[in-house]
Nanobody, 133 residues
Framework: QVRLVESGGTSVQAGGSLTLSCAVSGASWDYCMGWFRRAPGKEREGVATIYFAAGNTYYADSAKGRFTISRDYAENTLSLQMNNLKPEDTAMYYC???????????????????????????WGEGTQVTVSS
């Protein structure tokens, strides 16, 4: 069973930086993993995804140029480095994982789209990020 535990969320000023971490257990390297967020009053959306085995990364337009997703084999963790944070980045951030073969075409870029998430999808409990202006 896949277990995901997020950490690192806090309150920061606009323009600041923050790194979120997700401790991963029970997943193989042949997984799509990613960061998603739900802002107040909005639906959950994809932020960034990665193919854990090879490190291929994919980003939502809102994250391109500011956020970096990465993984650490030794620590079995997933990270999201966020720079130049904006008030609109305020949200609960979630880590998720699914077998790559269960994502359409095995393409982890598709994993950004929640409509393409498979049934065997695992979620963490989330970590809150608040960006003040």
């Amino acid at each position: 069973q896949v277990r995901l535990v997020e950490s690192g969320g806090t309150s920061v000023q606009a323009g600041g930086s923050l790194t979120l971490s997700c401790a991963v257990s029970g997943a193989s390297w042949d997984y799509c993993m990613g960061w998603f967020r739900r802002a107040p009053g909005k639906e959950r959306e994809g932020v960034a995804t990665i193919y854990f085995a090879a490190g291929n990364t994919y980003y939502a337009d809102s994250a391109k140029g500011r956020f970096t997703i990465s993984r650490d084999y030794a620590e079995n963790t997933l990270s999201l480095q966020m720079n130049n944070l904006k008030p609109e980045d305020t949200a609960m951030y979630y880590c998720a994982a699914a077998p790559a073969q269960s994502v359409p075409y095995g393409f982890c870029g598709n994993y950004l789209d929640l409509n393409q998430h498979p049934a065997q999808n695992a979620w963490g409990e989330g970590t809150q990020v608040t960006v003040s202006s």
